[in-house]
């Protein structure tokens, strides 16, 4: 699994994690490669909740995010912490590029959100599935529960190609999960 960090920034994460009273059911595989997706994402504080989870973990991760983010000087941060920009205005063809970025390195973790959005949807954008399925690696599902104060890491699921009913299982994964924003989430 692609690692960052030191002792000090596990520890640091730990901590974060444990004074804010959060906890991992599950853990991360130990792989070179593969795909995660969390859910729910319905708030900015989502990406706190991350980011204090790589750290805990220990976990280099890529991740997809809108170009407004990457603007001034949180910009270097947030490609620090390995975002990689999207100009949604721009068609192209991502899931090639990413799948293309997946045959290019030994090891390498992508993070997506699945909704795409922390506005409502009662459809997830199938990316995360065509990219995994490309690059032949599987996807973990994660999910951030608020009420219960867990990020929940799920087993990896192989993609085989018969997406409209793996994707439907993997958002079984999220049922009985609370987001920041319940309103906000269908799983």
Known sequence: MPSRGNAFSHWLGRTYYALRGWHFVGAMPDLPKFVVIVAPHTSNWDFLVGVGALFALGLRISFLGKDSIFRGPTGRIVRWLGGIPVDRSVRRDRVAEMVETFREHDSLVIGLAPEGTRKRVTEWKTGFYQMALGAKVPI????????????????????????????ANIRKFFSGVTAKRPENFEP
């Open 140 to 167: 973990v599902p994660v999910a951030f529960d608020y009420a219960r104060k867990a990020i929940i890491i799920g087993p990896p699921v192989y993609p085989t190609g018969d997406a409209t009913r793996e994707i």
